[in-house]
Protein backbone atom coordinates (compact mmCIF):
# COMPACT_ATOMS: atom_id res chain seq x y z
CA UNK A 1 0.00 0.00 0.00
CA UNK A 2 1.30 3.76 -0.48
CA UNK A 3 2.31 6.05 2.48
CA UNK A 4 -0.46 8.93 2.61
CA UNK A 5 -0.03 11.68 4.48
CA UNK A 6 -2.15 14.75 2.94
CA UNK A 7 -5.26 14.01 1.11
CA UNK A 8 -6.29 17.30 -0.46
CA UNK A 9 -8.77 18.73 -3.32
CA UNK A 10 -11.89 19.25 -4.19
CA UNK A 11 -14.78 17.10 -2.57
CA UNK A 12 -18.01 15.21 -3.89
CA UNK A 13 -21.03 15.44 -1.45
CA UNK A 14 -23.46 12.16 -1.36
CA UNK A 15 -26.06 13.44 1.04
CA UNK A 16 -27.15 9.59 1.55
CA UNK A 17 -27.12 7.99 4.81
CA UNK A 18 -27.01 4.09 5.54
CA UNK A 19 -24.97 3.78 2.16
CA UNK A 20 -24.59 -0.25 2.26
CA UNK A 21 -21.51 -2.11 0.63
CA UNK A 22 -23.98 -3.81 -1.63
CA UNK A 23 -24.81 -0.10 -3.20
CA UNK A 24 -21.22 0.91 -3.35
CA UNK A 25 -20.24 -1.84 -5.35
CA UNK A 26 -23.08 -3.84 -6.55
CA UNK A 27 -22.82 -8.22 -6.07
CA UNK A 28 -22.52 -8.55 -9.73
CA UNK A 29 -18.97 -6.80 -9.98
CA UNK A 30 -17.55 -9.69 -6.98
CA UNK A 31 -17.40 -12.38 -9.93
CA UNK A 32 -13.86 -10.25 -11.52
CA UNK A 33 -10.97 -11.93 -10.67
CA UNK A 34 -9.05 -8.64 -11.45
CA UNK A 35 -8.53 -6.61 -8.68
CA UNK A 36 -8.89 -3.57 -10.99
CA UNK A 37 -11.43 -1.57 -13.11
CA UNK A 38 -13.83 -1.95 -9.80
CA UNK A 39 -14.28 2.26 -10.60
CA UNK A 40 -16.55 1.59 -13.13
CA UNK A 41 -18.98 0.07 -10.61
CA UNK A 42 -18.90 2.65 -8.48
CA UNK A 43 -22.83 3.30 -7.38
CA UNK A 44 -23.67 1.85 -10.61
CA UNK A 45 -27.00 1.11 -9.73
CA UNK A 46 -27.69 5.00 -8.87
CA UNK A 47 -25.63 6.31 -11.50
CA UNK A 48 -28.34 4.94 -14.30
CA UNK A 49 -29.89 8.33 -12.83
CA UNK A 50 -28.52 11.52 -14.79
CA UNK A 51 -29.24 13.56 -11.65
CA UNK A 52 -27.11 11.44 -9.65
CA UNK A 53 -23.94 13.71 -8.11
CA UNK A 54 -20.85 11.19 -9.37
CA UNK A 55 -22.75 12.31 -12.65
CA UNK A 56 -22.57 15.71 -12.30
CA UNK A 57 -18.87 17.35 -14.24
CA UNK A 58 -18.65 19.62 -11.40
CA UNK A 59 -17.90 17.31 -9.39
CA UNK A 60 -15.27 14.74 -11.64
CA UNK A 61 -12.05 15.89 -10.03
CA UNK A 62 -13.21 15.33 -6.31
CA UNK A 63 -10.12 13.19 -4.27
CA UNK A 64 -12.47 13.59 -1.16
CA UNK A 65 -16.35 11.55 -1.04
CA UNK A 66 -18.07 13.06 1.82
CA UNK A 67 -21.46 11.00 2.58
CA UNK A 68 -24.03 10.99 4.89
CA UNK A 69 -23.53 9.28 8.48
CA UNK A 70 -23.54 5.38 8.63
CA UNK A 71 -21.26 4.77 5.29
CA UNK A 72 -20.38 1.33 4.77
CA UNK A 73 -22.98 -1.19 5.85
CA UNK A 74 -23.70 -4.19 4.89
CA UNK A 75 -21.49 -7.18 3.94
CA UNK A 76 -17.77 -7.24 4.05
CA UNK A 77 -16.63 -6.75 0.56
CA UNK A 78 -12.69 -4.54 -0.14
CA UNK A 79 -14.22 -4.39 -3.76
CA UNK A 80 -16.25 -1.21 -1.82
CA UNK A 81 -12.94 0.33 -1.33
CA UNK A 82 -11.37 -0.66 -4.83
CA UNK A 83 -13.83 0.84 -6.32
CA UNK A 84 -13.74 4.36 -4.09
CA UNK A 85 -10.45 4.30 -4.60
CA UNK A 86 -9.99 3.27 -8.11
CA UNK A 87 -12.65 6.09 -9.33
CA UNK A 88 -10.29 8.29 -7.60
CA UNK A 89 -10.95 9.30 -4.19
CA UNK A 90 -8.01 8.93 -0.93
CA UNK A 91 -10.61 9.38 1.97
CA UNK A 92 -14.16 9.13 2.84
CA UNK A 93 -15.74 11.33 5.31
CA UNK A 94 -18.69 10.55 7.46
CA UNK A 95 -20.28 11.09 11.05
CA UNK A 96 -20.04 7.78 11.38
CA UNK A 97 -18.42 4.25 9.48
CA UNK A 98 -19.51 0.59 10.04
CA UNK A 99 -16.61 -1.06 11.57
CA UNK A 100 -15.95 -3.55 9.04
CA UNK A 101 -15.40 -0.96 6.54
CA UNK A 102 -13.56 0.94 8.49
CA UNK A 103 -11.01 -1.85 8.73
CA UNK A 104 -11.04 -2.30 4.70
CA UNK A 105 -10.23 1.26 4.40
CA UNK A 106 -7.29 0.90 6.88
CA UNK A 107 -5.77 -2.26 4.95
CA UNK A 108 -5.82 -1.28 1.80
CA UNK A 109 -5.12 2.36 1.96
CA UNK A 110 -8.51 4.41 2.15
CA UNK A 111 -8.71 6.82 4.23
CA UNK A 112 -12.18 7.12 6.51
CA UNK A 113 -12.18 10.47 7.92
CA UNK A 114 -14.51 9.86 11.19
CA UNK A 115 -16.45 13.41 12.06
CA UNK A 116 -19.56 14.91 14.10
CA UNK A 117 -22.86 14.84 12.66
CA UNK A 118 -22.63 19.17 12.26
CA UNK A 119 -18.90 18.78 10.73
CA UNK A 120 -20.40 16.69 8.28
CA UNK A 121 -23.50 18.63 7.52
CA UNK A 122 -21.74 21.49 7.43
CA UNK A 123 -19.41 19.94 4.88
CA UNK A 124 -21.83 18.53 2.58
CA UNK A 125 -23.45 22.09 2.81
CA UNK A 126 -20.18 23.79 1.70
CA UNK A 127 -19.06 21.39 -1.04
CA UNK A 128 -22.78 21.70 -2.67
CA UNK A 129 -22.58 25.37 -2.60
CA UNK A 130 -19.42 25.65 -3.98
CA UNK A 131 -17.64 22.31 -5.90
CA UNK A 132 -14.55 24.21 -6.26
CA UNK A 133 -13.93 23.61 -2.16
CA UNK A 134 -10.42 22.39 -1.21
CA UNK A 135 -10.68 19.90 1.31
CA UNK A 136 -7.33 18.98 3.05
CA UNK A 137 -7.24 15.54 5.34
CA UNK A 138 -3.81 15.61 6.93
CA UNK A 139 -2.43 12.25 8.88
CA UNK A 140 0.65 13.43 10.27
CA UNK A 141 -2.23 15.76 12.85
CA UNK A 142 -5.61 14.15 12.04
CA UNK A 143 -6.98 16.85 10.81
CA UNK A 144 -9.40 17.95 8.17
CA UNK A 145 -9.62 21.64 7.05
CA UNK A 146 -11.77 23.54 4.78
CA UNK A 147 -11.12 26.88 5.11
CA UNK A 148 -13.05 28.61 2.32
CA UNK A 149 -16.08 27.82 4.45
CA UNK A 150 -14.11 27.90 7.85
CA UNK A 151 -14.18 24.20 8.89
CA UNK A 152 -11.48 22.70 10.87
CA UNK A 153 -11.72 19.57 13.05
CA UNK A 154 -9.77 17.00 14.07
CA UNK A 155 -11.07 13.35 13.84
CA UNK A 156 -9.92 9.95 15.27
CA UNK A 157 -7.40 7.70 14.71
CA UNK A 158 -5.18 5.03 16.92
CA UNK A 159 -1.33 5.46 16.33
CA UNK A 160 -1.03 1.85 14.88
CA UNK A 161 -3.43 2.69 12.06
CA UNK A 162 -1.94 6.62 11.57
CA UNK A 163 1.42 5.18 11.23
CA UNK A 164 0.07 2.14 8.54
CA UNK A 165 -1.09 5.56 6.38
CA UNK A 166 1.91 7.35 6.82
CA UNK A 167 4.52 4.37 6.50
CA UNK A 168 2.60 2.88 3.46
CA UNK A 169 2.39 -0.58 5.80
CA UNK A 170 -0.15 -2.85 4.77
CA UNK A 171 0.06 -6.54 7.33
CA UNK A 172 2.47 -8.36 5.16
CA UNK A 173 4.85 -5.17 5.37
CA UNK A 174 4.19 -4.88 9.33
CA UNK A 175 5.43 -8.57 9.24
CA UNK A 176 8.09 -7.92 7.52
CA UNK A 177 9.63 -5.34 10.01
CA UNK A 178 10.60 -8.55 11.99
CA UNK A 179 11.69 -10.29 8.78
CA UNK A 180 15.06 -11.07 10.66
CA UNK A 181 13.47 -12.31 13.88
CA UNK A 182 11.09 -14.25 11.89
CA UNK A 183 14.60 -16.08 9.72
CA UNK A 184 16.16 -16.28 13.21
CA UNK A 185 13.36 -18.31 14.94
CA UNK A 186 12.91 -20.29 11.47
CA UNK A 187 16.79 -21.40 11.29
CA UNK A 188 16.43 -22.64 15.18
CA UNK A 189 13.45 -24.75 14.76
CA UNK A 190 13.99 -28.63 14.16
CA UNK A 191 14.25 -29.54 10.11
CA UNK A 192 11.25 -32.35 10.84
CA UNK A 193 9.06 -29.16 11.36
CA UNK A 194 7.44 -26.98 8.40
CA UNK A 195 8.98 -23.85 7.39
CA UNK A 196 7.62 -20.98 5.69
CA UNK A 197 10.24 -21.10 3.42
Known amino acids: MDAVQIVSGTALPLRRSD ?6 IPSD ?17 WRDDRDFVLNDERYSEA ?4 AGPNFGTGSSREHAVWAIQQYGFGAVVSPR ?6 NNCTKNGL ?3 QVTPEVGAALLDAVEAD ?16 PDAGISCTFPMDDAT ?5 EGLDDIGIS ?6 ITGYESTRPSWLPTTG
Not at 131 to 146: F, G, M, Q, S, Y
Open 63 to 66: VVLV
Open 162 to 166: RERYL
Open 29 to 45: WLKRVERTGFEKGLFSE
Open 131 to 146: PDLVVTIDLANLTLEA
Open 97 to 102: FADIFR
Open 176 to 181: LRHEDD
Open 111 to 113: VPV
Open 19 to 24: VDTDQI
